[in-house]
């Protein structure tokens, strides 16, 4: 048996615990139903209840989500079209985002799978440090997969962007006096 203030009391009997419970206009709540004997404690079970459901709110406020994005290359890929969709991934990858890559053969491409690794694995090579590898390239029906998951190194090396300060003002210049228009005496 534990009081309200966390002080343990002793074993007794369950109607003693509730009796104390009730002339302290609180409620029982059993703790640890399987210790032998069982453990039980005094307290406001509404005030308990309201206090874990706003810890739970709390640590589902603080968890990440982990968000899949794909980009999607084909055999004939050009280059200024391959480095866009990197560039995207490793942008991806520094969100905090796993990517996937995929490449789909059409028609007699398939022929030539060995292109479409090479397209991947380049990816791969060129990601770098930014991201690792969660799944090697592989080939599901026409489609070829890789999976890449954001690496550690990269999410505690990416600090906070500094906030820019705000440009100061331009100084007052003095201004010029023109002068003054002669006046000619007639």
């Known amino acids: ?3 309200e203030n966390g002080e343990q ?3 007794m009997a369950p109607f003693e615990a509730l009796k104390m419970a009730r002339e302290k206009s609180l409620d029982l709540v059993e703790i640890s139903p399987n210790a032998v004997p069982p453990v039980c404690k005094i307290q406001d079970y509404g005030k308990y209840l309201y206090e874990k459901d706003k810890s739970d709110r709390a640590a589902r406020k603080k968890q990440k989500v982990i968000v899949i994005k794909e980009v999607k290359f084909s055999v ?3 280059e200024h079209d391959y480095q866009t969709k990197k560039n995207q991934a490793v ?5 905090g985002d796993k990517v ?3 490449l789909r053969f059409k028609g007699r491409q398939m022929a030539h799978r060995d292109l479409g690794y090479k397209i991947i694995n380049r990816l791969i090579m060129d990601i770098g440090e930014a991201g690792t590898v969660e ?9 070829l997969h890789a999976i ?13 962007p500094p906030k820019a300060a705000a ?10 006096s023109a002068p003054e228009p002669a006046t000619t005496a007639s």
Do not use: H, N, Y
């Open 100 to 102: 996937k890559a995929s």
């Open 1 to 3: 048996m534990i009081d």
């Open 135 to 143: 799944f090697m390239p592989r080939m599901e029906g026409t489609t």
């Open 9 to 11: 009391l002793g074993v």
């Open 76 to 78: 004939t890929v050009d």
């Open 167 to 176: 440009p100061a003002p331009p100084k007052p210049q003095p201004a010029e």
């Open 91 to 95: 942008r991806f990858l520094g969100d």
């Open 148 to 160: 890449l998951a954001p690496s550690k190194k990269a999410e505690v090396q990416a600090p906070a």
